[in-house]
T-cell receptor, first 113, second 113 residues
Framework: AQSVTQPDIHITVSEGASLELRCNYS??????LFWYVQSPGQGLQLLLK??????LVQGIKGFEAEFKRSQSSFNLRKPSVHWSDAAEYFC???????????FGSGTKLNVKP | DTAVSQTPKYLVTQMGNDKSIKCEQN?????MYWYKQDSKKFLKIMFS???????INETVPNRFSPKSPDKAHLNLHINSLELGDSAVYFC????????????FGSGTRLTVV
């Protein structure tokens, strides 16, 4: 069965510190993997995606993610967090025709000054 | 502006009423989706249309009826609203191919009282 697990519900980091948000997936075919960010009261914005090639992908706002097939993981990283990064982050897996996505339950990021 | 736009942004209504949420995209995408985000932020797909044809219909009460008059519009009609229908409903669109992410609307917060 297809699923996405984000084991951390809340994460708090200090501004300027590095960040890693975890994502594990289960998918029966070649996965397409995505990270979205949702600011309060807003829709979801695509941060980055992976579907083939280099397993380290760069996204917007200084984020990157690494696909590790052996671990079924697609963790999101940022070397130095800014206060404006405080938001909810969702990992998603999808693919095939018509791109049905499965989302994780989200990780809420708080940033301390 | 190119976007996915939903109306209304907020909807407060009484149990038993019938309401509709409208969605329009001007991105030229072939596929549109409705997702429901519950109070725990979990996102679950409800419906998807490709070129006005229903292609994904998850286990959703038949009080929910999507309608797509053309490929740029996907509306959601809900009959006999219940307290449990309170959620944020997101419309999204995509090109229908597996390696693209969705573009999301900003959501409609439905509160049933």
């Amino acid at each position: 069965a297809q699923s996405v697990t984000q084991p951390d519900i809340h994460i708090t980091v200090s501004e300027g510190a590095s960040l890693e948000l975890r994502c594990n997936y289960s998918y029966g075919a070649t996965p397409y993997l995505f990270w979205y960010v949702q600011s309060p009261g807003q829709g979801l914005q695509l941060l980055l995606k992976y579907f083939s090639g280099d397993t380290l992908v760069q996204g917007i706002k200084g984020f990157e993610a690494e696909f590790k097939r052996s671990q079924s993981s697609f963790n999101l990283r940022k070397p130095s967090v800014h206060w404006s990064d405080a938001a909810e982050y969702f990992c998603a897996v999808g693919g095939g025709n018509f791109n049905k996505f499965y989302f994780g339950s989200g990780t809420k990021l708080n940033v301390k000054p | 502006d190119t976007a996915v736009s939903q109306t209304p942004k907020y909807l407060v209504t009484q149990m038993g009423n019938d309401k509709s949420i409208k969605c329009e995209q001007n991105l030229g995408h072939d596929t549109m989706y409705w997702y429901k985000q519950d109070s725990k932020k979990f996102l679950k797909i409800m419906f998807s249309y490709n070129n006005k044809e229903l292609i994904i219909n998850e286990t959703v009460p038949n009080r929910f009826s999507p309608k797509s008059p053309d490929k740029a519009h996907l509306n959601l009609h809900i009959n006999s609203l219940e307290l449990g229908d309170s959620a944020v409903y997101f419309c999204a669109s995509g090109p229908g191919q597996g390696n693209y992410g969705y573009t999301f609307g900003s959501g409609t917060r439905l509160t049933v009282v």
